[in-house]
């Protein structure tokens, strides 16, 4: 594999044995736990100089804190996404500023471009023919794209609530697609039975691939250096499995133990009343999860009744001094198409949680009036219009 040169390997979070890329490509082969990359930090010479002196142009400007090189990379330009000050949600909250992580700009569409181009990356790097994975909609449309670009077949379990819009792209870029019936536990076990049957297909589903959630990790490295390397108070994240949260707080506690930034964010999972097991575990005091019963909300990107990483999500709220929250169906599409009034920004219905949440949490007296707020829009509201103008409708406007 062609490796950046301080990349050591994979390490499994629950056993902690360690692995060498070049074998272990999912879970761990002692216990099963997840893989997740490791860095020899000693070896690396960077500092804020090193970043700052490139384009910002790509996530892969930070390729020194990733597995592959930039050169090497299924690459298409993604990342590189606008951080925009937003002074009427700031004075709506009562805090200092507020800044909105604008996602929905990446090639795809949304943030999972930023783990499907490590993930494919190294699918191309074990020489995959196939690639595969059940999601809820995004991931299987960037998953499709990466796949195409990088001339590797890729085999997509949505179910049948996913959007048009998702549907029709895993199609238009050559993705092979099965559409199950009901939610996404249910394309899930389909394709479980669709990876027993073939087992030359290769897994990009998340916390499978040990790579998803380090290309998530971009998001942080960004926002940091957008501020001027501050860090800021509070980020809030629409949080389903949870992967770019974790991704997250990786990237900070890099960045702090690099010297580059000073701190760590408070970190908060922001998820839908009608599916929020995160935010029961947290508040309960749990260190996993209890699977969500019935999941009943219009968020589909977020409706993730059993998040199989939450042990790591949940650890990553604590260390970081934050927290959980969730709000109603009816506050997040508010919430959306308040931003889009208020400040022209676009955010996907779902998306919208982290705007939600962080209004509930200002309302809490979670944030200072001097407080810098980050809220994650991790898509663009164009896959999902049609709820947000339905929304609009329903209320008369």
Excluded at 70 to 89: D, F, I, K, N
Excluded at 201 to 218: A, D, L
Excluded at 321 to 334: K, N, P, Q, W, Y
Aim: aromatic share 6%; glycine share 10%.
């Amino acid at each position: 594999m062609e490796t950046t040169p301080a990349f050591e390997g994979l390490r499994c979070v629950d056993c902690e044995a360690t692995f060498d890329a070049a074998e272990a490509t999912h879970r761990c082969p002692d216990c099963g736990g997840i893989l997740d990359p490791t860095y020899d930090y000693d070896a690396l010479d960077v500092t804020r100089a090193t970043f700052e002196s490139r384009r910002f142009d790509s996530m892969w400007r930070y390729e020194e804190l990733l597995p592959f090189a930039r050169e090497s990379a299924v690459s298409m330009g993604e990342g590189a996404t606008a951080l925009v000050e937003c002074p009427t949600l700031a004075d709506e909250m009562g805090v200092g500023e507020v800044y909105l992580k604008d996602e929905g700009r990446n090639p795809t569409g949304t943030f999972k471009d930023r783990g499907q181009t490590v993930a494919v990356t190294a699918a191309a790097q074990h020489g995959a023919s196939d690639v595969a994975l059940a999601s809820a909609g995004n991931a299987g449309q960037s998953a499709a794209a990466y796949a195409g670009r990088a001339g590797i077949d890729s085999h997509v379990f949505l179910p049948s609530r996913s959007g048009f819009a998702n549907k029709a792209m895993v199609n238009v870029h050559g993705g092979d697609m099965t559409i199950v019936e009901g939610r996404i536990g249910d394309a899930g076990a389909a394709f479980d039975d669709a990876m027993d049957e073939h087992d030359d297909w290769y897994s990009v589903q998340t916390f499978e691939t040990p790579y998803r959630h380090e290309g998530k990790k971009t998001m942080y490295y960004e926002t940091a250096e957008q501020l001027d390397w501050e860090t800021p108070d509070h980020v809030v994240y629409p949080t389903g499995g949870g992967v770019g949260l974790v991704g997250m707080h990786k990237a900070a506690k890099e960045l702090r133990d690099l010297g580059l930034a000073d701190d760590l964010p408070k970190l908060y999972a922001a998820q839908a009343e009608g599916c929020a097991p995160i935010v029961r575990a947290f508040q309960e005091g749990r260190d996993v999860h209890e699977p969500w019963d019935t999941p009943d909300t219009i968020c589909g990107g977020i409706e993730i009744p059993d998040p199989g990483a939450s042990p790591l999500v949940l650890e990553a709220l604590r260390e970081s001094d934050g927290g959980a929250v969730a709000t109603s169906d009816e506050e997040i599409l508010d919430a959306a198409t308040t931003v889009a009034a208020h400040e022209g920004l676009e955010m996907g219905a779902t998306c919208a949680a982290a705007a939600s949440g962080a209004s509930a949490l200002a309302d809490d007296g979670a944030f200072g009036e001097d407080d810098t707020v980050v809220i994650l829009n991790t898509g663009s509201a164009n896959k999902d219009a049609d709820v947000l103008r339905s929304h609009l409708m329903s209320k008369g406007i």
